[in-house]
């Protein structure tokens, strides 16, 4: 079965750091645009990075350049994404999909992360 | 970044046909068109159609998909209470480089 499982999750204080982690498993990533995406308690969903298969490409959302990083490690068949200055509007699932034939077809379950003191 | 426009909601008798609309600009939606996601309560995001209007894997012949210009629909025939959720579609906006969604909408089958 092909899946995508987040980790890393968790409860850090405003201004803190944290990364996620996706796991691939019954599929290979490496040719693949990997994505991460958040949604807010009650909210829709936000597009927040994107990494080319090679990593080669970067791309996130204003509201985190400078503050979040993505990338990959084919190798591990693993995606990553470390998080610092973390703020409220931070607190969100975040939900690493992967992009095989050019849109989200493949969604891990998702990770949360809380951003309070 | 400016995301794309769903009516917050739809309501629809089982049984009958729920159109979802999505609209975005020349950038987004007008330049590839947009993808459908449902999500149900407490679960991920499902993939239900690409971009293409295609359905993906798995997915009713009760959903389809078009596009006209620069907005976006998700058409579901015969309404089952498993239709209830929340529809969100997507797009890659050329000017932004950068994905957007929609607000999503949430389907009320009655």
Redesign the interface.
Known sequence: EEQLVESGGGLVQPGGSLTLSCLASGLTISSYWM?W?RQAPGK????VA?IKGDGSDK?Y??SVKGRFTISRDNAKNSLYLQMSNLRADDTAVY?CAAER?????L????SMVTVSS | ?AGLTQPPSVSKDLRQTATLTCTGNGDNVGDQGA?W?Q?HQGH????LS??NNNR??GISERVSASRSGDTASLTITGLQPEDEA?Y?C?AWDSSL????????TKLTVL
């Open positions: 994505t995406v829709g969903l936000e597009w994107l791309l959302v204003d939900y034939v050019g849109d989200f077809d969604w891990g379950q998702g | 970044q993808a996601l999500q991920p995001p499902k993939l690409y971009r993906a894997s929340d969100y997507s480089r950068a994905w957007v969604f929609g607000g999503g």
